[in-house]
């Protein structure tokens, strides 16, 4: 079945239609993995997206349940240039076209993605509808242009129920440690990687309160990943505030805007932001580069950082956008990249075990 992607500049990119066939409409990206893609198409932090993939050929080692970020797909669609045929690999358990379409979710293949991505790196982050309905594209693109989504996403893939995870081994230092992991979209993978860093995790919705978080008496907080813009998060940023001189805290993506927000910085939309697993690093306090995987569509803005009690620990070498800051008193600290990896590399996993040496520090404090 022929489809088409409409963006609001007018611009129409026509393919076939793969997966679900449903019509959506959403903020068209695109990521730079060369794998991962089903680490992608489950990560939250892609909620309400529209997902294009700039390496040719995807889906050639199928779906499992392993790689898995969430329970579910939470893009709205997905963007291919080829879509596997015959994928092999011995985890397989089903295609990409058939995961899409269990899923409801709808998929573009034969699209020229090299001319999308660049299109997208002229104008921006583009809103755009994925459509087979081919009879009136003009009045289609009108539409999507007027479009306004008003919901709140971080609100649609945060947990309901709190739940607790027990750690799988013991921390650097031999000890196991209560973090509270506030959940704005986490990936199953940072949950995973704190278990094995020693950490025994409760995980509570994004809105839950510092009172009710303190009240389960962790040894730290830990702010999660997820979807949309940080000031929509208003909770959450209310409840950092009053944490942050209570609890060592750790942040990661969203989790690191958050925290910059409740403690007096600023954020901003970047052109077209940074998705995929090769992204340049800088600690500025080693001068050591890292390859990390990022996917975030906000930034830190520097220049909101003047007299604040917060450093720069790490920026962007593409852009020199802020990737990183610690406070200058307190144990807190954020990244903006995912150094859980998953997919990509894993040079950051050290993070975790700072995390725990700063809750050590303060329980032999206290």
């Known amino acids: 079945m022929q489809c088409a992607l409409v963006l609001e500049t007018g611009k129409i990119f026509r393919g076939e239609s793969f997966g679900a066939s449903e019509e959506t409409r959403g903020e068209v990206v695109f990521n730079t993995g060369m794998t991962g893609y089903q680490e992608v198409l489950t990560d939250p932090s892609y909620a309400d997206q529209i997902v294009c993939m700039t390496y040719p050929l995807i889906g050639n080692y199928g779906i499992n349940i392993e790689d898995n970020q969430s329970p579910k797909i939470q893009v709205k669609g997905f963007i291919v240039k080829e879509a596997a045929d015959g994928p092999n690999h011995w985890q397989m358990e089903s295609l990409l076209s058939e995961r899409l379409a269990a899923a409801g979710v709808p998929g573009i ?8 991505t660049r299109h997208i790196r002229e104008y921006g982050v583009l809103k755009g509808i994925m459509t087979c309905d081919l009879s009136n594209l003009d009045k289609t693109a009108q539409e999507i ?9 971080v609100s649609t893939v945060s947990t309901r129920e709190i ?9 650097a230092d031999g000890r196991y440690y209560k973090v509270v992991a506030v959940d704005f979209g986490i990936k199953g993978n940072i949950l995973q990687v704190m ?16 009172e009710d978080i303190l009240a389960l008496e962790p040894d730290g907080v830990f702010l999660s990943n997820g979807p949309g813009d940080p000031k929509d998060v208003k909770d959450g940023i209310e409840t950092i505030k009053d ?8 942040g990661i993506c969203l989790g690191h805007q958050l925290l910059t927000l409740a403690l007096g910085g600023d954020t901003f939309k970047l052109k077209f932001g940074h998705r995929g697993g090769n992204q340049p690093v800088l600690d500025v306090r ?8 990022q996917n975030h569509g906000y930034a830190v803005d520097k220049d909101s950082l003047q007299g604040l009690p917060l450093k720069v620990t790490h920026i962007n070498l593409n852009d020199k956008t802020v990737e990183g800051i610690i ?4 144990p807190v600290f954020s990244v903006q990249y995912h150094p859980e990896a998953g997919p990509g590399p894993s040079d950051s996993l050290y993070l975790f075990d700072n995390f725990a040496a700063m809750m050590g520090v303060r329980n032999n404090a206290t």
Do not use: C, M
């Open 163 to 171: 739940y607790n995870l027990p750690a799988l081994s013991a921390a």
């Open 286 to 293: 080693t001068s050591k580069v890292t390859i990390t995987s």
């Open 109 to 116: 293949k034969g699209i020229d993605t090299r001319a999308l």
């Open 327 to 330: 406070h200058k008193e307190l």
């Open 243 to 250: 944490l942050v001189e209570k609890k060592p805290v750790f």
């Open 195 to 210: 278990r094995t860093k020693g950490f025994n995790v409760t995980v509570v919705p994004y809105d839950t309160s510092a």
């Open 145 to 153: 242009k007027e479009w306004q989504n008003l919901e709140k996403v």
